[in-house]
């Protein structure tokens, strides 16, 4: 069966540090990828999505990158943070576009 | 574009009761449409899902939502709501990615 981690679970980081979430999936091959964030009180963005490795797409223009170094391998990125990349990071699969997405247990991120 | 509504950011029902949380929907091209549900602290977890065929959709811990074209909604329920349904609840469509709406927070009362 397939599974997603994700890691760190919890992270705080000051204001101008850099970022690196992981997300990894398992027991599926050439997955969509997809990291949306939930701000508190929010519904959830979408961030970047990837058909591909090497392939990313930008929704939002904002602080963050997004890299698929392997086919199930999802980095989400900042060079320097600022207080609103605070959040709840969720990276999620799919077999295709348009088919049920699964997501994985998260990242909080809290940035002072 | 797609997008989606839903209508009430908190609801809450008695336990036993029945429980509607709403969404309407926009899109331009028949749409896929998605229920999930999100336990504090957690991921999402997919309740149901429509993807054209019947347009009442039957998924797990008994809920139900059904396809009304005419009214451009896909409203979930479920006849009699337990403690562990409070949570919060996302609509979404599908057309790349899932574009989802603002969420409603379900609180059941004993």
């Known amino acids: 069966s397939q599974t997603i981690h994700q890691w760190p679970a919890t992270l705080v980081q000051p204001v101008g540090s850099p970022l690196s979430l992981e997300c990894t999936v398992e027991?599926?091959?050439?997955?969509?990828l997809y990291w949306y964030r939930q701000a508190a009180g929010r519904g959830l963005q979408l961030l970047f999505y990837?058909?591909?490795?090497?392939?990313i797409s930008s929704e939002v223009p904002q602080n963050l990158s997004a890299s698929r170094p392997q086919d199930r391998q999802f980095i989400l990125s900042s060079k320097k943070l600022l207080l609103s990349d605070s959040g709840f990071y969720l990276c999620?699969?799919?077999?295709?576009?348009?088919?049920?997405?699964?997501f994985g247990p998260g990242t909080r991120l809290l940035v002072l | 574009a797609q997008s989606v509504t839903q209508l009430g950011s908190h609801v809450s029902v008695s336990e036993g009761a029945l429980v509607l949380l709403r969404c309407n929907y926009s899109?331009?091209?028949?749409?896929?449409l998605f229920w999930y549900v999100q336990y504090p602290n957690q991921g999402l977890q997919l309740l149901l899902k429509?993807?054209?065929?019947?347009?009442l959709v039957k998924g797990i811990n008994g809920f139900e939502a059904e396809f009304k074209k005419s009214e451009t909604s896909f409203h979930l329920t479920k006849p009699s709501a337990h403690m562990s349904d409070a949570a919060e609840y996302f609509c979404a469509v599908s057309r790349r990615a899932l574009t989802f709406g603002s969420g409603t927070r379900l609180q059941v009362q004993p």
């Open positions: 027991g599926t091959s050439n997955p969509n």
């Open positions: 899109s331009s091209v028949p749409p896929y």
């Open positions: 999620a699969w799919s077999g295709s576009e348009r088919e049920t997405q699964y």
């Open positions: 429509y993807t054209s065929a019947a347009t």
């Open positions: 990837s058909v591909g490795i090497g392939q």
